[in-house]
């Protein structure tokens, strides 16, 4: 049964990587072949799947649905284009580190869909290529969604599984995430940034643009924004309160559709149902690869190949590197969690101890992403939309700048956890 529910696995990836089916249908079907065959019970599916992710994904969508409509996201955009002056190379620099802020605390897919617009703008007014500003921003998403619980999804599957708190992720994770981003911004400035140049006329463009007519409904802005931030707010308070992360998101999520007064069925369309739907299947998938022992077998490989934390740790984070430049990181991190958990207890870890190889598995899933087009669901959105621009965003354009930042993000990253974590 364990080869039957390694080959479903397989071949429910291959499905939606090779973009045969799309990933919520084939891993819903996987889950039920998986039931149906036996290698899970349905209580076990039940339980395998993890409704802390799913309630902090619901809550946070609807916060954010009901926030973009604001017009803040845009707005936020044509100011850090300002503030840089209209200098193409400082624009290029400071919309990257506005993707990565934002990305911290939005999904990176809605981060990209609401800067990609206004981008384009720019880059038009400025008289520029877009592809620089475009890849400057996919990349800067990946890396900024790295540095907290809600940034991105391995993160939330993290978190949720191991009860690890919105504060660890953020005191362990920003000081690598801050490197990796401000060497990242200085390599694309060296190698786009400084050979931009804009006549000044097209300077007086982008300083021309009204920013604050892009907010489009100035009292939703603020009753949504002062619920977002006690929401965020309430996230760092953790300790103190002992509420989850999904009951904080939900209950300010209730909270904003109260208060905003915007119609509960408009607030369900901004839930991404089928990525919430995808995670269900690929619970119960990954639950049965447990149940059939696959999970230890694999725990037990590990523990075998490495004979130190310090060693363990790095694998963790290249071979999560490398697997997620290939195949999305959702399903692998949902995968390596009871990995982990069961190397943890086969070799005897504390909590503490076991703590560096969670931000060695974060670092890995989420960075790795920026290495290949296909390694993260924002680098092919914003792909897509480039193309309908009849914009060149390819996969070798994008790998050949992409793979060496993301080879230089994971040596930050293991220097990080070798020397601070260990």
Known sequence: MALFAVAVFAVVL??????????????????????????????????AVNWETLGLLVGMMILVGILKHTGLFTYLAIRSAQLARGSPGRVLVYLGLITALLSAFLDNVTTVLLLFPVTLVIARILDQDPLPFLLVEVLCSNIGGTATLIGDPPNIIIGTATGLSFNAFIANLVSPVAATLLLTLAILWAVYGRRMAAAEEQRKGVMAQDARAAIRDGRLLVRAGLVTAATVGAFFLQDLTGLSPAVVALAGAAVAMIVCGTRVERCLEEVEWPTILFFVGLFVMVGALEATGVVGAIADALASASDSRAATAALIIWGSGAASAVIDNIPFTATMVPVIEELGAAKGYSPAELEPLWWSLSLGACLGGNATLIGASANLVVAGMSEREGIAFTFWRFTKVGLPLTALALAVSTAYVLLFQL
């Open 14 to 47: 291959a499905l939606f990587a090779l973009e045969l089916v799309h990933r919520t249908p084939a891993v819903l079907g996987g889950a039920a072949l998986l039931i149906i065959a036996g290698a899970i019970a349905e209580e076990e599916a039940v339980e």
